[in-house]
């Protein structure tokens, strides 16, 4: 599966943001997709992650991202990351990933097999 990551801007501290995550390839239903970020000098972190198990956040998000899939049309084939209340800290490239293992709940990059390319999000103050 090929994963294109996009949707990153520059915003100011409160703004929202939609990251869309959009597969080719294969059906990304099929797929457990996770959302990580690396800012400057900082190692990839894991940000969210939706599976067949459920959704999983950082705490450093929770309650401000929300990580779906529009079920209702499969030709969208799409995951997104609503991100809301931005602050600062949440500066960094975002990036999807996707296993092929559905079921997978980790938060380690090295349990994702498909990457894409970043995309950037700057929060200014």
């Known amino acids: 599966v090929q994963l294109q990551a996009s949707g990153g801007g520059l915003v100011q501290a409160g703004a929202s943001l939609r990251l869309s995550c959009a597969a080719s390839?294969?059906?990304?239903?099929?797929?457990?997709v996770g959302w990580f970020r690396q800012g400057p000098g900082k190692e990839r972190e894991f940000v969210a992650a939706i599976s067949w198990t459920g959704t999983y956040y950082a705490d450093s998000v929770k309650g401000r991202f929300t990580i779906s899939r529009d079920n209702r049309d499969n030709a969208k084939n799409t995951v997104y990351l609503q991100m809301n209340s931005l602050k600062p800290e949440d500066t960094a490239v975002y990036y999807c990933a996707a296993d092929s293992n559905p079921y997978v709940r980790s938060r380690g990059t090295s349990a994702y097999d498909y990457w894409g390319q970043g995309t950037q999000v700057t929060v200014s103050s």
């Open positions: 390839g294969r059906t990304i239903s099929n797929y457990a």
